[in-house]
């Protein structure tokens, strides 16, 4: 089993960044798809963006489009979350998450991390 190690996570205000960061404690096979999810309080976990370690491809949910980015750092064996324009929306705990499949799905993930916060208030 992969672990998964989340960091970056805060308190900002609408308009402001936070940029997250996960560290595989293995460095993924190549098909591996690295996944950021997130849950805001009562309501179900959701997908938020997705990217193909060997290829880069990266895929986003619709409401963080234009506003997030996922990258991969190869030599550090990291990815990052950018998240530039946040809103109270939000507001959440973020997974990061690692599966085989090129899906949104949380289902097609078998590794999770811890989570962490995201607090977007004024």
């Known amino acids: 089993q992969v672990q998964l190690v989340e960091s970056g996570g805060g308190s900002v205000q609408p308009g402001g960044s936070l940029t997250l960061s996960c560290k595989p404690s293995?460095?993924?096979?190549?098909?591996?798809?690295m996944g950021w999810f997130r849950q805001a309080p009562g309501k179900a976990r959701e997908f938020v963006a997705l990217?193909?370690?060997?290829?880069?491809?990266?895929l986003y949910a619709d409401s963080v489009k234009g506003r997030f980015t996922i990258s991969r750092d190869n030599p550090k064996n990291i990815v990052y979350l950018h998240m530039n324009d946040l809103k109270v929306e939000d507001t959440a705990i973020y997974y990061c998450?690692?599966?085989?499949?090129?899906?949104?799905?949380?289902?097609?993930?078998?590794?999770w991390g811890q989570g962490t916060q995201v607090t977007v208030a004024s």
């Open positions: 293995v460095r993924p096979f190549s098909r591996s798809v």
């Open positions: 990217i193909r370690w060997i290829s880069g491809s990266t």
């Open positions: 998450a690692r599966g085989a499949r090129y899906s949104t799905d949380q289902s097609d993930y078998e590794d």
